[in-house]
Nanobody
């Protein structure tokens, strides 16, 4: 059964860093474009970052550009989101999404809370 599992979330102070991981099982990530989304309380889910199957052309939401970095290790079947200079407005549940043609898989999400 195809599954994505996010990890690495937690509570961090403003200005701090976290590294999220998204591990796939039951399918091979290498042929999928990968995305990170987030959803804050009372808000719609928004796209944070994306990366192609080859690991090229990462793209970012304007709100995280220069602070977040998406990467992937196809050998480990894992995608990462390095988050630096975190702000309170980054507080949300973060989800990874694998997408290829008609297939789309979502993880269960990991909570990131940025607070002093």
């Amino acid at each position: 059964q195809a599954q994505l599992v996010e990890s690495g979330g937690g509570l961090v102070r403003p200005g701090g860093s976290l590294r999220l991981s998204c591990a796939a099982s039951g399918f091979t990530l290498s042929s999928y474009t990968m995305y990170w989304y987030r959803q804050a309380p009372g808000k719609e889910r928004e796209l944070v970052a994306g990366i192609t199957s080859a690991g090229s052309s990462p793209n970012y939401a304007d709100s995280v550009k220069g602070r977040f970095t998406i990467s992937r290790d196809n050998a480990k079947n894992t995608v990462y989101l390095q988050m630096n200079s975190l702000k309170p407005e980054d507080t949300a549940v973060y989800y990874c999404n694998a997408r290829r043609v008609v297939w789309s898989y979502w993880g269960q999400g990991t909570q990131v809370t940025v607070s002093a």
